[in-house]
């Protein structure tokens, strides 16, 4: 028996649909089954998606809901929100940069400490594929998110799970200077990505045979946040192949990658093209474990 894990990490409305994708092509195989991997660890994009496949969603649900315009109900709510939300410049936790300079923190937590809340609000995810299926909180799921007080990278599922699944996505997928922080105890909790693009570490933590990730953040670039994000994904494979793990990485190529210009607010018609992509990624790279 192969202990395996997975780690979805960070990407956006991007991120979701090539998820969607991976999960598609590995679930083909005789070699991974996503469904029935031992740990799912998912960071931001990927938060929602990896509790999507706990609750036994369909990818093909989730690209469905992406591609689809708020209602009329949820433009109300967002509206709502906004109006109660004022717009401030004020950055979220300056101290962060000073505890980054001297702690072990890790990724661009102090940067993002610097810039001010966002205005929207993650409610919405509240009504993502899957969400209403997960309580009690299903077993192998975790759930990085960063504590906005002091940086600590709080894993849901892991170090707590007593809170709806929802909730810890909501706090995994705060980015800073777009979304609100979410509040879970009177304590705010931003983007876990901004941590690490995908936590795939925290897989080292259960001793598996073989490791697969979906890392949409890491596609090529010149993106600010590009290289940063490559050196820690580097960093993350080389601990766990020294743990004596198997490391399958899936990330986009270059034409691939190029698709997320512009997703989903101009470009939503390709949705189906992002997940064919993650898809034919994964196979090829199933392929090549199978050929190891």
Do not use: C
């Amino acid at each position: 028996m192969t202990r395996t894990a997975l780690a979805l990490g960070a990407g956006g409305a991007y991120g979701w649909v090539f998820h969607a994708g991976v999960i598609t092509g590995l679930t083909e195989s005789e070699t991974v089954d996503p469904r029935n991997a031992e740990l799912l660890i998912g960071t931001s994009a990927g938060a929602a998606v990896a509790a999507a496949v706990r609750a036994g969603v369909e990818p093909e649900q989730i690209v469905e809901q992406v591609g689809q315009p708020p209602s009329q109900e949820d433009r109300a709510r967002m509206r709502e929100h906004l109006r109660q939300t004022r717009k401030t410049i004020v950055p979220l936790s300056p101290s962060l940069l000073a505890r980054s300079l001297v702690s072990d923190q890790r990724g661009l937590v102090g940067v993002a400490g610097l810039l001010p809340p966002g205005i929207f609000p993650t409610t919405w995810m509240e009504t993502f594929p899957g969400m209403d299926r997960l309580d009690p909180w299903p077993d192998g799921l975790w759930i990085p998110a960063v504590a906005a007080d002091t940086g600590e990278v709080v894993v849901f599922g892991r170090d707590r799970s007593d809170v709806p699944v929802h909730r810890a996505a909501q706090a995994s997928s705060a980015v800073p200077g777009m979304f609100q922080p979410h509040v879970i105890d009177d304590r705010h909790y931003f983007d876990g990505g901004t941590a690490s693009p995908t936590h795939a570490d925290l897989a080292g933590e259960i001793a598996p045979d073989l490791v697969v990730i979906s890392s949409p953040m890491t596609r090529p670039g010149r993106r600010l946040t590009a290289g940063h994000a490559r050196r820690s994904l580097s960093r993350e494979v080389s601990l766990l192949e020294a743990q004596g793990a198997t490391v399958l990485l899936i990330e986009p190529d270059e034409s691939t990658g190029a698709l997320a210009d512009g997703f989903p607010r101009r470009t939503g018609h390709l949705a189906g093209e992002i997940f064919d992509r993650g898809a034919e990624l994964a196979r090829a790279g199933i392929a090549t474990l199978d050929a190891a």
